[in-house]
C-alpha cells in the first residue's frame, strides 16, 4: 500500500484524533484504525464487514461497480477464454503467469500428488452413504493434517509449499470419492495421462465395468467452472481461512474450515439452492410468483444466485457462464432445457424489476453453473463440493500470502457489549 499524507480526522466529545490513510493500487482508500482503541478507546462497529478492509492484498481485485474481476491484474474473462485452471492456480499461487516450463514442471508436480494416502480410503467407510458429499469433504480435508505430517509446520516454506501442492493435488480426488462412496460405486483412481478436469470427470464418472472416454467438451466446460470459481477477494470462506490460519493452524484444518463456511446457501451452497429453486419455478408462467415472493419482505425467500456483496453490476463469472451454458448444452444436443430457458426468462423479469434495478441485484457466479453441471451429469449435492474443489487455490494463495506476511497478528475482533453488567450470584433457595 502507497503512505500517503492524507489523514481522516474523527472528532468526539470534543476531542479530534487523526487516522493516516492508505492508498490503494486499485479500489477506495482506507483509513487505518490499528491504533483506534489505544488512542481513542472507541472500536469501530461493522457486522458482516461491509466498510471494513481485513487486510492488505495483492491477489484478486474486484470492481463491484463495473463487474470486473482480476486475477493478478488479468481479467477473469481474458482467463476464462485463453488460460486453463492449472496455468490460473500457478497465477494465483506465484504471482505471474509461468513460462512453458515453469508451466510444465508446476503441472507434474500437481499431477504427481493426485492420490491420496491408501488408508484415507478406510477414513471415508466411516460415513453414512446418504452423507452430503460437503459433510466427507469438510472430513476428509480436515483429517489430511493426520495423513500428512511432514507439511503441517507452517513456519517452514518448504512444507508450505508441498501442503499447497498435496491441496491443489488431492482435493478432484476427495470430491470425486466423496461422490463415488454417496452413490456406493468403488472409488476410482486419479490418471496421470490425463489432465486436471479430465482427470476430475474421469474419477467421478468412469466405472471399472467398462471403458470410459472423457468427453472434451465436457473437459473444457469443467475447466472453464474450475477458473471461474477459483479466488474472489475476502470473501466469507476466505475470511475464514484467514482467520483460522491466523492461530497457527496447519493448512490442511484451515481449509477445511474453509470448506465448512463456504457450504451456506448464502454463500458457496447457492449454486445447489438455485438449481432447486429454478426447478421448483418449473415453468416460466410461475416466474411472476417468486418474483413477488422475492420482493416481499414477510417472506425469507431470496432469489438464489442473484445479488452479491460487492457487485453492484453483472459479476463477470456470470456472463461467461451463461455463454458457457449455451455453449455446452448445445454441444451436447440439449436443445431447449426448460430450466435454461426459465433462468434465462427469470433473469430478464428480475432485471427490469425496479426492485432488482435498485438494489442493483444482478446474477452472481452461481446462477448458471447448476445448469452446466446437472447437464454433465452431477447431481446438485455435488455442485458446493465442485466449487470448494475449485476455491482452494485461491484458499492456499490468500493463506500463503498471510503466513508469508511478518507483520500477521492473530485475529480477534472485539464487540459492542449490550449485555447485563457485574451483578452478584443468587443462590437458588432466593431465585
Ligand atoms: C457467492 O463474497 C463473495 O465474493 C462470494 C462469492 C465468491 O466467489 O466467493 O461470489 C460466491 O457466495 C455468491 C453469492 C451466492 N449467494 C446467493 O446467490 C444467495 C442469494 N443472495 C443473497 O442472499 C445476497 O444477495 C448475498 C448474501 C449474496 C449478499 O447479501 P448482502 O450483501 O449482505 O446484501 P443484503 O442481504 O444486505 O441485501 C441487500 C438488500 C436486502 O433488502 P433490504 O433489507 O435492503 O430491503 O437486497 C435484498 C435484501 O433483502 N436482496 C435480495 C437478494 N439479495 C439481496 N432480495 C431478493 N433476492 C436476493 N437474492
Redesign the pocket.
Known amino acids: 500500500m502507497t503512505e500517503t499524507a492524507k489523514t481522516a480526522t474523527l472528532s468526539f466529545d470534543g476531542k479530534s484524533f487523526e487516522l493516516p490513510m492508505h492508498s490503494p493500487t486499485a479500489g477506495p482508500d482506507v483509513i487505518d484504525i490499528r491504533k483506534l482503541y489505544a488512542d481513542a478507546g472507541v472500536f469501530t462497529y461493522d457486522p458482516?464487514f461491509?466498510s471494513t478492509a481485513s487486510c492488505d492484498s495483492t491477489i484478486t481485485y474486484?470492481d463491484g461497480g463495473a463487474g470486473v474481476l482480476l486475477h493478478r491484474g488479468y481479467p477473469i474473462d481474458q482467463l476464462a477464454a485463453k488460460s486453463h485452471y492449472l496455468e490460473v492456480c500457478y497465477l494465483l499461487l506465484y504471482g505471474e503467469l509461468p513460462t512453458a516450463a515453469q508451466l510444465e514442471d508446476f503441472e507434474l508436480r500437481v499431477t504427481r500428488h493426485t492420490m491420496i494416502h491408501e488408508q484415507m480410503h478406510n477414513f471415508f467407510r466411516g460415513f453414512r452413504r446418504d452423507a452430503h458429499p460437503m459433510a466427507t469433504m469438510v472430513g476428509v480435508v480436515g483429517a489430511m493434517s493426520a495423513f500428512y505430517h511432514d507439511s503441517t509446520d507452517i513456519s517452514d516454506p518448504w512444507q508450505r509449499e508441498v501442503a499447497s501442492i498435496r491441496l491443489v493435488a488431492k482435493m478432484p480426488t476427495i470430491a470425486a470419492m466423496a461422490y463415488k462412496y454417496s452413490i456406493g460405486q468403488p472409488f476410482v483412481y486419479p490418471r496421470n495421462d490425463l489432465d486436471y478436469a479430465a482427470n476430475f470427470l474421469h474419477m467421478c464418472f468412469s466405472v471399472p465395468a467398462e471403458k470410459y472416454e472423457v468427453n472434451p467438451i465436457l473437459s473444457r466446460a469443467m475447466d472453464r467452472i474450475f477458473t471461474l470459481?477459483a479466488?474472489?477477494?475476502?470473501?466469507?470462506?476466505?475470511s475464514t481461512v484467514r482467520l483460522a490460519s491466523s492461530s497457527g493452524a496447519n493448512p490442511f484444518a484451515c481449509i477445511a474450515a474453509g470448506i465448512a463456511c463456504?457450504w451456506g446457501?448464502?454463500?458457496?451452497?447457492?449454486?445447489q439452492?438455485?438449481l432447486e429453486m429454478l426447478k421448483e419455478i418449473g415453468s416460466v408462467e410461475r416466474i411472476p410468483e417468486f418474483i413477488a415472493r422475492?420482493?416481499d419482505?414477510d417472506d425469507p425467500?431470496?432469489?438464489?444466485?442473484?445479488?452479491?456483496?460487492?457487485?453492484k453490476n453483472f459479476?463477470p463469472?456470470a456472463k461467461v457462464m451463461k455463454q458457457s451454458a449455451d455453449e455446452v448444452l448445445d454441444l451436447l444436443g440439449i436443445e431447449d432445457n426448460p430450466i435454461l430457458q426459465v433462468a434465462k426468462e427469470l433473469e430478464k423479469q428480475a432485471l427490469e424489476d425496479p426492485?432488482?434495478a435498485e438494489?442493483k441485484?444482478f446474477p452472481?457466479?452461481?446462477?448458471y453453473s447448476g445448469i452446466i453441471l446437472e447437464a454433465m451429469g452431477f447431481p446438485t449435492s455435488m455442485f458446493t463440493p465442485i466449487?470448494a474443489l475449485s476455491?482452494t487455490v485461491?484458499w492456499i494463495s490468500q493463506w500463503k500470502e498471510m503466513i508469508g506476511d511478518p507483520q500477521m497478528k492473530i485475529g480477534r475482533p472485539r464487540q459492542l457489549y449490550l449485555g447485563e453488567t457485574e451483578r452478584d450470584y443468587v443462590d437458588v433457595e432466593d431465585r
Do not use: W
Open positions: 458482516g461491509t474486484i470459481h479466488d474472489h477477494e475476502q470473501n466469507a470462506s476466505t463456504l446457501p448464502a454463500h458457496g451452497g447457492a449454486n439452492a438455485c422475492a420482493k419482505k425467500f431470496r432469489l438464489m444466485g442473484f445479488g452479491h456483496r460487492v457487485y459479476d463469472r426492485y432488482f438494489k441485484l452472481n457466479v452461481d446462477f466449487f476455491r485461491g
